[in-house]
């Protein structure tokens, strides 16, 4: 959240973050809700999730106004990017998952056709990661905690997408030779000397070998989600002066 913060300030977007106290209960988030969907001087909101288990996300994100959804996690919003055309610029799409596509697509290859696997099957990353894929003409594969043998199908995946939030899960027997792999996971495991570090899904150093590309944590998928948290930002703003 503060590094979402600080980038927004740096491109000049005025922030209000509500930092709410552990005891707030759903009627007072939606209440807060709807007085920012009822404030023309704010153009986008964001839930960071996830919320405390008594409150119903569903409900809570509902409630956004589809307009100023910055998340793209609004049913109205999930549901047109499932049937929108591709390359639709007014589309808020959800952050984690376009920003992947938009490092996919600096490899400049062909991604019709590929065999994309996305493990995960999430309403932030998974759900949305196969559904964009989809349209970018893959052959998506989700596979997730029940998938049978899943491992032998990211085998199988010229694109393998990681988004299952467990610490070095994949290593170099999941992948394909010269597959690209993109490590959405970020994974907090302590070290000794009571020292914790950040990991992804995937065992970086020997998967690195075998790979045209992959992704680092930190530092590969986290800032194009902050990147693409700033453009729906714009593009919500856009609209709400009609330009
Ligand atoms: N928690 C983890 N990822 C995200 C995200 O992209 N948006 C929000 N709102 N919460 C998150």
Redesign the pocket.
Same mark, same amino acid.
């Given at each position: 959240v503060k590094a979402k913060t600080k980038a927004a300030k740096e491109v000049g977007i005025d922030v209000i973050d509500h930092h709410l106290k552990e005891s707030t209960n759903q009627n007072d988030l939606i209440t807060l809700i709807n007085q920012l969907n009822n404030n023309d001087d704010v153009n986008s909101i964001?839930?960071? +999730? /996830?919320l405390p288990k008594v409150i119903n996300e569903e409900m809570v994100l509902n409630s956004i106004l589809p307009e100023k959804d910055?998340?793209g996690?609004h049913p109205l919003n999930v549901g047109k990017l499932s049937i929108s055309p591709k390359n639709d610029d007014n589309l808020m799409i /959800?952050?984690?998952p376009y920003g992947c596509l938009l490092l996919l697509r600096e490899l400049n290859i062909n991604l019709s056709g590929k065999n994309a696997v996305v493990i995960g099957r999430s309403n932030?990353?998974g759900k949305p990661m196969a559904q964009i894929l989809l349209k970018e003409s893959c052959t998506v594969t989700t596979v997730h905690s029940k998938t049978n043998n899943i491992k032998s199908i990211c085998r199988n995946a010229d694109i393998l997408i990681s988004a299952i939030g467990k610490p070095e899960f994949v290593n170099k027997d999941w992948v394909k030779e010269g597959a690209i792999v993109v490590d959405v996971g970020i994974n907090r495991i302590s070290t000794n000397e009571e020292k914790s570090q950040l990991v992804g899904d995937v065992q970086f150093n020997e998967v690195k070998n075998i790979v045209s590309a992959i992704t680092p944590v930190p530092g590969g998928v986290g800032p194009m989600?902050i990147a693409c +948290?700033l453009r729906n930002t714009i593009i919500a703003f856009k609209k709400s002066k009609k330009i």
């Open positions: 964001l839930v960071q +999730l /996830p910055a998340d996690f /959800p952050c984690t932030i990353v989600t +948290l």
